[in-house]
């Protein structure tokens, strides 16, 4: 969501004559976007605003800005504690950066951190930012309603808005179009979008209507307001890709409760059985807390057990950080001792491995339709790229053959719990 918003900031200033940099060291303007959803993200910018200080005393003309969450958090602060900081832009400010820039070069420093019920940035275009031109991202909704006691969320991001259906479907034309392959729907509960009565479904349907070329992922669904509708849509459509991340985040029903998630263990793995239903290929991956308020060996125990029951393909874990103002905070000690908290971690990390090596083990002597992505890290002869589904997928001796963006069918040969890894197979059916 910050990559797409950055690509927002730089479609921004990019129409006020800017142009972009990735070297520091060459820009007079630095924005850095940033995330509050854990201590240790906004730890991250303290000390990048250290190398900025560094930076500024060789060219004193550099204006730095702080935007997205932790500049919404902390306002006022972040000049105070950092005098490196000339700018400090909430993510519903965006519209008044050039304005900003002005009063800063005027030599006055700028803050604006209002938060909006109706901004959707819905008639901007980004400036798209990634190197490969395979897949880009388009926001579908800002902000969120939801409550869950852990999350800084709706008081960073403010009010969920829907942005209008029709600027979505523009947009997903427009990356079609420029040759984008793949493109990913985002919203914070994207099952709660709503355009005057447009619902997810129906988005989801227009959008692969009108680009049936591209492949459409989102995310993210909330387990109590993902519809069954959704997932008809889904397979429906062939370019809609069966996957979906659907964070747990406990699967204890009451850590869940304190958590105010609105569902139980029980209804969660319903929705999981109801997803493999329609959608007998999907990938499915979670986000998980370990170390909550109050979090007992017992609660704990429930997560692992329910992680088993879920045979997630993917999990992102987290140690549980409080944030300063959330329900959690207000209500309930952060009373797990960080040893416990990382002794939980490992667990979690320990039992996602396995589950993924499983669920990527029985994908081994398959045939994907794979979309390349990039040259592999490791070794440049090979690539990088993803299947229909969103798995991570290693094609041998590619590079010479095939370039960035296009699909090829693929012989999957072996598997390790991060990745695929196969070989270009020819006139397959998959490819034509
Ligand atoms: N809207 C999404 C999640 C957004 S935040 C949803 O409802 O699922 C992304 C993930 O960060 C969350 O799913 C959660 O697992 C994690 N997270 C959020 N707040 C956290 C906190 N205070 N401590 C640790 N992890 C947190
Ligand atoms: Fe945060 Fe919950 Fe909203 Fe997700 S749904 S952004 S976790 S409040």
């Known amino acids: 969501m910050n990559f797409a918003d950055s690509e927002l900031v730089a479609g921004i200033l990019h129409s006020e004559g800017y142009g972009f940099t990735s070297e520091p060291e060459e820009a007079d303007l630095v924005f850095i976007n940033t995330c509050a959803i854990r201590e240790h993200a906004e730890e991250k910018i303290w000390q990048r605003l250290k190398y900025f200080q560094s930076l500024k005393r060789r060219r004193p003309h550099l204006i730095i800005g702080v935007l997205g969450c932790m500049a919404e958090r902390l306002r006022k602060k972040l000049i105070e504690e950092a005098p490196v900081v000339d700018m400090v832009v909430g993510p519903d400010s965006y519209r008044h950066l050039p304005q900003l820039i002005r009063q800063v070069e005027g030599g006055t420093k700028a803050i604006h951190t209002l938060l909006s019920r109706e901004e959707t940035y819905a008639d901007i275009a980004p400036l798209r930012l990634s190197p490969h031109r395979?897949?880009?991202?388009?926001?579908?909704m800002r902000g969120c309603n939801n409550m869950c006691s852990f999350c800084i969320v709706p008081f960073t991001r403010g009010r969920e808005r829907s942005r209008s259906w029709q600027t979505i479907v523009e947009e997903a034309r427009h990356l079609a179009d420029a040759g984008y392959k793949e493109i990913t729907l985002l919203g914070q509960n994207v099952d709660s979008y709503n355009d005057n009565g447009v619902r997810f479904a129906q988005l989801l349907a227009t959008v692969a209507e009108a680009v049936p070329e591209a492949w459409i992922r989102f995310a993210t669904s909330h387990p109590k307001d993902m519809l069954d509708e959704v997932l008809e849509v889904m397979a429906s459509y062939p370019n809609l890709t069966p996957y979906i991340h659907l964070p747990v985040q406990s699967g204890s029903n009451t850590v869940l409760q304190r958590m105010n998630r609105g569902y139980t263990a029980e209804w969660y793995l319903q929705r999981i059985?109801?997803?493999?239903?329609?959608?007998?290929?999907?990938?499915?991956?979670?986000?998980?807390?370990?170390?909550?308020?109050?979090?007992?060996e017992a609660e704990f125990q429930d997560t692992l057990a329910l992680m088993r029951a879920a045979r997630f393909d993917s999990v992102y874990q987290f140690m549980y950080s409080e944030r300063p103002g959330t329900l959690a905070a207000r209500r309930y000690a952060d009373d797990i001792p960080p040893t416990v908290k990382q002794a939980r971690l490992e667990a979690v990390i320990a039992l996602a491995q396995t589950l993924a090596l499983e669920s990527n083990t029985r994908q081994v002597g398959t045939m994907q339709t794979v979309?390349?992505?990039?040259?592999?890290?490791?070794?440049?002869?090979?690539?990088?790229?993803?299947?229909?589904?969103?798995?991570?997928?290693?094609?041998?001796?590619?590079?010479s053959q095939y370039a960035p963006g296009d699909k090829i069918p693929v012989k999957i040969t072996e598997a390790t719990s991060a990745t695929l890894i196969g070989y270009a197979a020819h006139e397959h059916p998959l490819c034509a």
């Open 134 to 140: 395979v897949s880009a991202y388009i926001s579908i």
């Open 273 to 296: 059985e109801t997803i493999r239903r329609y959608l007998p290929e999907a990938v499915i991956s979670t986000d998980i807390i370990v170390g909550f308020c109050g979090e007992t």
């Open 371 to 399: 979309l390349l992505e990039k040259p592999a890290r490791r070794n440049p002869q090979d690539m990088a790229g993803r299947t229909f589904s969103g798995r991570a997928v290693i094609v041998r001796e590619a590079a």
